[in-house]
């Protein structure tokens, strides 16, 4: 489980926030994602110095109580609330459930308001009660989102609530998830960095994720590791940062979160206990940004595949022959085992939605150095001529063909067909 009290004392940097209006935009009838989510678990109590923190590094998702919802918004931020009333007991008290209603009656107006949060990592005997709170929620304010966080792939049956072997077990849970809760949104953590190399369910869970994620019509968000917190983990560096944020893009996903901010008993995360932050927050500083940019050119497309080339760790699939997207040339294949870091890269397919039953051609991929201990350059043939996506400037610009790609460590591209 992950902490929730707010520990550390954040400064305010000079820069002004990106996301100076996000709170001002009026909501949509029913929850949307809006502006790609870049968020955070366990951070520093919402004051302003914090929150001019926050947006300065370009997280556009803070957590607060309902008295700091109008800090959030001062500073151009949404907030996720947490209120203890936030549970299914609340729903079983008539005491508790009046006041429940009060509270949504009072913070559903606010415009900063963005989502609630209900809990972190359930049991799937849980989920009945969870699903009765969903849709008690949907039923009062059915423009904020009701957020809960799930297991990775690593949890045991009995933490899942689920039997059989990591992929039936896992699947299973996910189905119960979506169909029980009725969730908008699927949330879930994996933490890979390990003192003795890397965990290799990564990218089973990604697959697992965006799967049920398609089935069910669902954005889905992934919470990637920042930070140690016991022995046998490590702290992530930069270019592993870089690896996490873009792989997580090449699947698909429309919100990322990092464990932690700043928390006790957790070194390295992106801000001391102090308030002053450490070398992650300019790091991420920069690939927040591009996350919500990229992500937010994806956000109207369709994930049609992902594929890897050069080691296939658990959950991935070769890149076909007959991709119409391809790396030219084509990489070495190489032998998987784990612990090691995974090699060589990845690419990420999307395209226009389509009505059920016809096939979409691919428009865009996200292409990603899987390698975040060196830099590479990839060479990838289109359909059409080609043109990149600089995520500093929002601009599209034109590429040769075949593109000539020069990736950093970890790093990735976005690219298209040539409208």
Not at 64 to 77: I, P, Q, S
Not at 297 to 325: D, I, K, T
């Amino acid at each position: 489980m992950k902490p929730l009290a707010h520990a550390c004392l954040a400064t305010a940097l000079a820069t002004l926030p990106i996301f100076a209006d996000a709170a001002e935009t009026p909501a949509p009838p029913r929850w949307e994602v809006g502006t790609p989510i870049v968020t955070y678990w366990a951070g520093p109590a919402m004051t302003d110095a914090t929150a001019q923190q926050m947006a300065n590094g370009g997280w556009n998702l803070v957590w607060c109580g309902e008295k700091e919802l109008d800090v959030a918004r001062k500073h151009g931020l949404r907030a996720q609330l947490t209120d203890g009333l936030l549970s299914p007991a609340s729903l079983d008290d008539p005491a508790r459930r009046q006041q429940l209603d009060a509270l949504i009656a009072r913070v559903a107006p606010h415009p900063a308001l963005y989502a609630y949060f209900i809990t972190d990592e359930p049991n799937a005997t849980n989920f009945p009660s969870l699903g009765r709170l969903v849709a008690h929620l949907r039923e009062r304010d059915p423009r904020h989102l009701a957020y809960i966080n799930l297991f990775p792939t690593y949890a045991s049956n009995e933490q899942l609530g689920n039997r059989g072997d990591v992929v039936t077990a896992y699947r299973e849970h996910l189905r119960q998830f979506v169909d029980v809760v009725k969730p908008a949104l699927i949330s879930y953590d994996h933490y890979q960095f390990t003192t003795h190399g890397d965990s290799g369910q990564y990218f089973l869970n990604l697959a697992l994720i965006r799967r049920a994620a398609q089935d069910a019509g669902l954005p889905f968000l992934n919470i990637v590791q920042a930070c140690t917190w016991t022995p046998s983990m490590r702290v992530p560096d930069g270019d592993e940062m870089r690896y996490l944020v873009y792989t997580t893009l090449a699947y698909g996903a429309q919100g990322i979160s990092y464990y932690v901010y700043c928390h006790p008993g957790h070194k390295g995360a992106i801000a001391n206990a102090d308030g002053t932050p450490t070398v992650l927050y300019p790091v991420l500083s920069k690939l927040n940004r591009e996350f919500a940019a990229i992500a937010g050119q994806l956000q109207p497309l369709r994930s049609l595949g992902v594929f890897h080339a050069g080691m296939l760790p658990p959950g991935a699939e070769a890149l076909p022959a007959e991709a119409v997207f391809a790396f030219d040339p084509p990489l070495p294949e190489r032998a998987y085992k784990a612990p090691e870091p995974v090699k060589g890269a990845l690419l990420g397919l999307f395209g226009p939605a389509r009505p059920a039953g016809e096939n979409a051609k691919p428009t865009h991929a996200v292409i990603v150095n899987l390698d975040y201990a060196a830099e590479a350059d990839i060479g990838l043939r289109g359909p059409a001529a080609l043109e990149i996506f600089d995520a500093a400037t929002g601009q599209w610009l034109p590429a040769a063909s075949p593109a000539k790609l020069h990736l950093p460590r970890g790093g990735g591209v976005l690219v298209r067909t040539r409208p």
